[in-house]
C-alpha cells in the first residue's frame, strides 16, 4: 500500500512529490556527510558488490544444507525400522535445502526485472547533480532495491541456517524432560540459555543490514544520485520480494517446523491438552 502511495505521488506530481525534492535538494547541499564516506555507503547498492557477496552466502547454505541433508539420509538409514521418520533420523529432513539459495537468487534478478519498467514508465527526472546523465528515471532507486535484497536476503539465509539445529535442540530436550519428569521449570531456563546467543546473533545481524541499508539510502541522497521517496520506494519494493522470499521457503522448503510442533504435542502426554 505505501509503495502504491508513494508510486502516485510521483506518477501525479503530487506534493509528497515537490517537498521530497525540496529535501532532497537540501540533504544533497547541506554537505553534513563527507562525500567519501556518502560515496562508499551509495557503492555498497552496486550489483557489483551485492551480488558477491549474496553469491558466497547462498555457495555457504546451500553446501550446509546439502550436509544436513546427506546426515539426515545416513541417520535415516542407520535408525531405519527403529521409529521411523524424522523422529528416526534425530529430527526433520531439509526437504528442500536447495530452494532457499535458489529463491534468494531469483529474488535478486526480480530487482531490475522490476525497477527498469517502472523507471521507464515513470521517467523522473533525477536531481541536479544528474542532469543530463543517461539515465531515464529515477524512481524506484535500482541501487536502494539491490542492497536491501541482496543483503537482507542474505541475513535471512543466515539466519534460516541455523534453525534446524535450533529445532533439533528443542526436540531433544523436550522429550529428555518429559522422559525424566521434569516440571520444576529447570529444562526451560536451559533452553532460554542455549537459545541466548543465537537470538543475539539475529538480533546483531537484523541490525547491521537495517544500518547497512540506511547507510545507502542516506549516500544516494547525500551524493544527490537519487530523490528520498526513490530510496523509500526501493525499500518498500524490497520488502515485497523479502516477504515473498519468507513464503515460498516456508512453504516449500522444509525444515521441520511441523514436525517439532507434533513433537512437543506428542510429549505432552494423552493427558494434556
Known amino acids: 500500500m505505501l509503495f ?3 508510486t502516485w505521488q510521483v506518477a501525479d506530481h503530487g506534493p509528497l512529490r515537490t517537498l521530497d525534492e525540496r529535501l532532497g535538494r537540501t540533504l544533497a547541499a547541506a554537505g553534513d556527510i563527507p562525500s567519501g564516506l556518502a560515496e562508499f555507503f551509495a557503492d555498497l547498492g552496486n550489483t557489483v558488490v ?3 557477496v549474496l553469491l558466497v552466502v547462498v555457495v555457504w547454505t546451500g553446501w550446509r544444507g546439502r550436509q544436513r541433508w546427506q546426515q539426515w539420509q545416513r541417520r535415516q538409514g542407520e535408525r531405519e525400522g527403529e521409529q521411523g521418520g524424522a523422529d528416526a533420523a534425530g529430527g526433520p529432513a531439509p526437504v528442500r535445502w536447495w530452494l532457499p539459495p535458489l529463491a534468494a537468487g531469483l529474488a535478486l534478478a526480480a530487482v531490475p ?4 519498467p517502472l523507471k521507464l514508465w515513470l521517467a523522473r527526472p533525477g536531481p541536479p547533480q544528474m542532469a543530463g546523465g543517461a539515465h531515464d528515471g529515477f524512481y524506484p532507486s535500482g541501487h536502494g532495491a539491490t542492497a536491501a535484497v541482496a543483503y537482507g536476503v ?3 539465509l543466515l539466519t534460516r541456517s541455523r534453525r534446524p539445529r535450533l529445532r533439533l535442540r528443542l526436540r531433544l530436550r523436550i522429550g529428555n524432560d518429559n522422559s525424566n519428569g521434569n516440571d520444576n521449570g529447570n529444562g526451560s531456563g536451559v533452553d532460554a540459555r542455549s537459545g541466548a546467543p543465537a537470538a543475539a546473533a539475529t538480533v546483531a545481524l537484523t541490525a547491521s543490514v537495517a544500518l547497512l541499508n540506511a547507510g545507502v539510502g542516506i549516500g544516494l541522497v547525500c551524493r544527490g ?5 526513490d530510496v523509500l520506494g526501493s ?3 524490497a520488502g515485497v520480494l523479502l516477504a ?6 516456508d512453504r516449500w522448503a522444509g525444515g521441520g517446523g511441523r514436525a517439532v510442533r507434533q513433537g512437543a ?3 505432552a502426554g494423552p493427558d494434556r491438552t
Do not use: I, K
Request: charged share 5%; net charge negative; aromatic share 14%.
Open 265 to 267: 504435542g506428542d510429549g
Open 235 to 237: 525499500w518498500c519494493l
Open 154 to 156: 542474505a541475513a535471512l
Open 4 to 6: 502504491a502511495a508513494l
Open 50 to 52: 551485492a551480488l558477491p
Open 244 to 249: 515473498v522470499w519468507c513464503a515460498v521457503c
Open 225 to 229: 544520485y537519487h530523490w528520498p521517496l
Open 113 to 116: 526485472a522490476l525497477v527498469v
